[in-house]
T-cell receptor, first 114, second 112 residues
Framework: AQSVTQPDIHITVSEGASLELRCNYSYGATPYLFWYVQSPGQGLQLLLKYFSGDTLVQGIKGFEAEFKRSQSSFNLRKPSVHWSDAAEYFCAVGNRDSSYKLIFGSGTRLLVRP | SQTIHQWPATLVQPVGSPLSLECTVEGTSNPNLYWYRQAAGRGLQLLFYSVGIGQISSEVPQNLSASRPQDRQFILSSKKLLLSDSGFYLC???????????FGPGTRLTVL
């Protein structure tokens, strides 16, 4: 069965420090992979996506993620965190059938210290 | 450009009362539509999805139902709400041009 694991429930970083959020997935084939961000009380905004090709993908707000097939991982990174990055981050794997369903991880809440 | 609307934004309902949440998409046609629920401090759980008018797939057995009376309208309903139905309900869409889903602003439902 498909699944997504985000092992870190909370992460706290200082403003200006680098960030890495972990995501591991279980999927029978090459998946579609996504990172979404959610501010409190809001919907989800797509940060970046991977479908095929270059395994390092760039997204909005200075985020990037790297697909590593051998590790079944799709970790999200940012070289320098801003206070406005404080939010909840969700990794998701997408079906490659007609449903295009997404399976989400449980999320990682990012706190930014001034 | 495409936009997605959900209403109401917030709702407080007593246990046993009915529910109707509405989602509409503008600027696209024949989208896939999705309903998710997010319980407090939890991830997103897919409840229903639809690939066309009148076509509903249920992911989780429960006292909720969904309908798609028009191409760009998706409705989540219940005849009798339970306390456990409280949560943040999100609607999303995608079309053939994209593989990602785009989310609406959500409805906060509190069942008392």
């Amino acid at each position: 069965a498909q699944s997504v694991t985000q092992p870190d429930i909370h992460i706290t970083v200082s403003e200006g420090a680098s960030l890495e959020l972990r995501c591991n997935y279980s999927y029978g084939a090459t998946p579609y992979l996504f990172w979404y961000v959610q501010s409190p009380g809001q919907g989800l905004q797509l940060l970046l996506k991977y479908f095929s090709g270059d395994t390092l993908v760039q997204g909005i707000k200075g985020f990037e993620a790297e697909f590593k097939r051998s590790q079944s991982s799709f970790n999200l990174r940012k070289p320098s965190v801003h206070w406005s990055d404080a939010a909840e981050y969700f990794c998701a794997v997408g079906n490659r059938d007609s449903s295009y369903k997404l399976i989400f991880g449980s999320g990682t809440r990012l706190l930014v210290r001034p | 450009s495409q936009t997605i609307h959900q209403w109401p934004a917030t709702l407080v309902q007593p246990v046993g009362s009915p529910l109707s949440l509405e989602c509409t998409v503008e600027g696209t046609s024949n989208p896939n539509l999705y309903w998710y629920r997010q319980a407090a401090g939890r991830g997103l759980q897919l409840l229903f999805y639809s690939v066309g008018i009148g076509q509903i797939s249920s992911e989780v057995p429960q006292n909720l139902s969904a309908s798609r009376p028009q191409d760009r309208q998706f409705i989540l309903s219940s005849k009798k709400l339970l306390l456990s139905d409280s949560g943040f309900y999100l609607c999303a869409w995608r079309t053939g041009a994209y593989n990602e889903q785009f989310f609406g602003p959500g409805t906060r439902l509190t069942v008392l």
